[in-house]
């Protein structure tokens, strides 16, 4: 590889990364702006949780698949730009919601445009990256990923405090726009591998099938779907949570959140990616153990955060939770596009991302709420916190899912991408 393309494929991975931050910030935002929104649009917990997950995954889900098709007939560029400006502007129109509906809406919007979002943003980057590098590489953009969820809670708490909720949404939106105009204008179309001569043109459902036919990419979604749903419910309530259960202003909780946290998952998640890039040159089912590991260490973590008696134990626990659940990351994304094919990259990362936003997104958020709801008459303020202590059972099933995909592993990589990885 040249110097120049060298240069060339990292503007791309940043760039890309980027778009993934943007991507994150937008869809986050709201959990830090639970308290002010109930208050003042007068939501109870179990529309909360279905404006934060239901309203973003449903549509998410109807739209991945065909996008990430679209995409992968060599639009790859055109779909990320204009996904990013669209859910930009949809994410600015959620501060001007007047009640429970308009919200709603406002937030399915979102979900359109990020539909074309992550499943373009992981194939360019498997594009322009070897895959022996792959891992470390979608690392870098899970941090970004980290880094905006973790700024929406810190920047809007602090924007939600001094200028209000609608502010916090009315300024998320800009950004967007301009980096989706530096994408289309500064990234080439990657040059996407047409079927083989003597094989018909696919359709979506065949493509679909051939890659859940390889049983370990099956499993290994089944199992990031399965512990999305712990993994989300606890993300996007925990910052409530921290302020009801310690009563605390969005500001503070925000910052001392962020910056517990934040640091750490950066750290987890890059170690993540290189130790994975590392061992799986010895043996290509290591990426799948350090998955597996990741949620088994992960679970009493989660129950620490929710069973902590102070904020500062509390904190504690966030941020080793932070450092321990961050490393699945570019481990997890790179089994993906490896099995995926150099011609459904984004088809792959679809059907990782449809089911596990379908069940992390979709049901994790609103069943903390729905919980929350049934349990507040007896319990009160408590009820958020027992809620929450019921989502690590969803860790223990996904480990299990993820130790059966190793399994097949090795056969199916030996009809994919991942039979050359290690040269």
């Known amino acids: 590889m040249t110097e120049a393309s060298r240069a060339r494929s990292s503007y791309?991975?940043?760039?890309?990364?980027?778009?993934?931050?943007?991507?994150?910030?937008?869809?986050?935002?709201?959990?830090?702006?639970?308290?002010?929104?109930?208050?003042?649009?007068?939501?109870?917990?179990?529309?909360?949780?279905?404006?934060?997950?239901?309203a973003f995954a449903l549509i998410y889900c109807l739209l991945g698949l065909p996008i990430a098709r679209f995409a992968d007939r060599g639009r790859r560029v055109r779909v990320l730009g204009l996904s990013l400006a669209l859910w930009s502007v949809m994410t600015a129109l959620c501060g001007f919601a007047w009640g429970f509906g308009s919200l709603f809406a406002a937030r399915f919007g979102v979900g359109v445009g990020e539909a074309g979002g992550l499943p373009t943003t992981h194939a360019l980057v498997a594009d322009h990256v070897r895959p022996k590098w792959r891992a470390t590489a979608l690392s870098l953009t899970s941090i970004s990923g980290a880094i905006g969820t973790y700024a929406a809670t810190g920047i809007g708490g602090i924007i939600a405090e001094h200028y209000g909720w609608r502010t916090a949404f009315w300024s998320a939106g800009l950004p967007g726009l301009l980096v989706a105009t530096l994408v289309l204008t500064t990234i080439r179309e990657p040059v996407v591998p047409p079927p083989s001569a003597d094989a018909p043109a696919s359709t979506m459902v065949q493509d679909v099938r051939q890659l859940l036919a390889k049983r370990s990419f099956l499993f290994l979604c089944l199992g990031l779907g399965t512990v999305s749903i712990g993994l989300y419910g606890a993300l996007i309530w925990t910052p409530a949570y921290l302020m009801r259960g310690f009563d605390l202003s969005p500001a503070t909780v925000g910052l001392?959140?962020?910056?517990?946290?934040?640091?750490?998952?950066?750290?987890?998640?890059?170690?993540?990616?290189?130790?994975?890039?590392?061992?799986?040159?010895?043996?290509?089912?290591?990426?799948?153990?350090?998955?597996?590991?990741?949620?088994?260490?992960?679970?009493?973590?989660?129950?620490?955060?929710?069973?902590?008696?102070?904020?500062?134990?509390?904190l504690?626990?966030?941020?080793?939770?932070?450092?321990?659940?961050?490393?699945?990351?570019?481990?997890?994304?790179?089994?993906?596009?490896?099995?995926?094919?150099?011609?459904l990259r984004a088809t792959g990362a679809a059907i990782f991302l449809v089911i596990g936003n379908l069940a992390g997104l979709g049901f994790g958020p609103s069943l903390v709420g729905l919980l929350s709801d049934a349990f507040a008459a007896a319990h009160g303020k408590d009820s958020l916190r027992m809620a929450l202590t019921f989502m690590p059972?969803?860790?223990?099933?996904?480990?299990?899912?993820?130790?059966?995909?190793?399994?097949?592993?090795?056969?199916?990589?030996?009809?994919?991408?991942?039979?050359t990885e290690a040269a």
């Open 316 to 343: 504690v626990a966030c941020a080793a939770n932070a450092l321990v659940g961050s490393v699945y990351t570019g481990p997890a994304f790179s089994l993906i596009q490896g099995l995926s094919g150099a011609r």
């Open 256 to 314: 001392r959140y962020a910056g517990a946290t934040l640091p750490l998952f950066l750290v987890g998640s890059l170690a993540g990616g290189m130790i994975s890039d590392r061992l799986a040159r010895r043996d290509r089912r290591w990426p799948l153990w350090i998955v597996a590991a990741t949620f088994a260490v992960g679970t009493p973590l989660q129950l620490a955060v929710f069973l902590a008696p102070t904020f500062k134990l509390a």
């Open 393 to 419: 059972i969803f860790y223990i099933i996904g480990v299990a899912l993820f130790l059966l995909a190793t399994r097949t592993l090795e056969r199916d990589a030996s009809s994919s991408e991942m039979a």
């Open 12 to 54: 791309v991975v940043g760039l890309v990364a980027t778009v993934g931050l943007l991507n994150y910030y937008d869809r986050n935002l709201i959990g830090i702006l639970i308290q002010p929104l109930k208050a003042e649009l007068h939501l109870s917990d179990g529309q909360i949780g279905a404006l934060s997950g239901l």
